[in-house]
């Protein structure tokens, strides 16, 4: 059993800031690449920023020079700094990872449960 709990979502106004954490917990022995994603009202799911175990990030060209993604491998956690907030931005964001279980041969892929960020003046 492994959950990603999510955390740091909330309203904001156009250029603000949130942090968001995404713990990961269960029979876990190994997390390979961690990531999010986002989806907006009857748009589809996009993705927004991954990093590996070994710290290569890679974002969306939406969100470039003002997301920063980062993860700490002793706390199974992994994190998306959010500063100078557009409205373009809101969205339900989600946190994904791929993870190899105690007794389990190979790496599955696993959700967060979403939490709503919300940009508004």
């Known amino acids: 059993q492994v959950q990603l709990v999510e955390s740091g979502g909330g309203l904001v106004q156009p250029g603000g800031s949130l942090r968001l954490s995404c713990a990961a917990s269960g029979s876990i022995v190994s997390i390979n690449a961690m990531g999010w994603y986002r989806q907006a009202p009857g748009k589809q799911r996009e993705l927004v920023a991954t990093?590996?175990?070994?710290?290569?990030?890679n974002y969306a060209d939406s969100v470039k020079g003002r997301f920063t993604i980062s993860r700490d491998n002793a706390k199974n956690t992994v994190y998306l700094q959010m500063n100078s907030l557009k409205s373009e931005d809101t969205a339900v964001y989600y946190c994904?990872?791929?993870?190899?279980?105690?007794?389990?041969?190979?790496?599955?892929?696993?959700w967060g449960q979403g939490t709503q960020v919300t940009v508004s003046s």
């Open positions: 990093i590996t175990r070994g710290g290569v990030t």
């Open positions: 994904n990872a791929d993870i190899r279980r105690r007794y389990g041969g190979v790496y599955l892929n696993y």
